[in-house]
């Protein structure tokens, strides 16, 4: 178990929350540019994720944007009260090593369907006609 003494230890607070849209993507591509604005100091972040789903093509950005950003500064996701969906993928980004999740933290992982209501009630067999 990794327990977090400091704030400091986190560096720079990346919050990712609510639904993964475009204003999900262009917050993270914002606090980036803070980021990476600081000069030639050695540059340590770690994102907060806390989301029901979205968009998958959102999630699907935002994920390639982590990988990418973590060739070049110290980061770390905390899944921190939930993650659902395709913020599951998000937080799949980085190895394990550098994910943690909050103790009362949730990850939420569904089958991925084609045009099928997952709260719907219709029966497996008419789903797996459906796909």
Do not use: C, W
Not at 35 to 54: C, N
Request: hydrophobic share 45%; proline share 2%; aromatic share 6%.
């Amino acid at each position: 178990m990794v327990v977090i003494k400091s704030l400091a230890e986190l560096g720079t607070l990346i919050a990712l929350s609510g639904d993964v849209d475009n204003e999900m993507l262009r917050a993270f591509d914002a606090r980036v540019e803070k980021l990476l604005d600081t000069g030639g100091e050695t540059k340590k972040a770690t994102i907060l994720l806390s989301t029901h789903g979205g968009g998958v093509s959102f999630g699907e950005a935002l994920t390639e944007r982590i990988r990418f950003l973590s060739r070049f500064v110290d980061l770390r996701i905390i899944a921190a009260t939930f993650v659902y969906s395709i913020g599951v993928k998000i937080f799949l980004a980085l190895p394990r090593e550098r994910r943690l999740i909050t103790p009362n933290g949730t990850i939420m992982i569904h089958s991925q369907t084609r045009s099928i209501n997952s709260v719907g009630n219709i029966s497996y067999d008419e789903r797996e006609r459906i796909l």
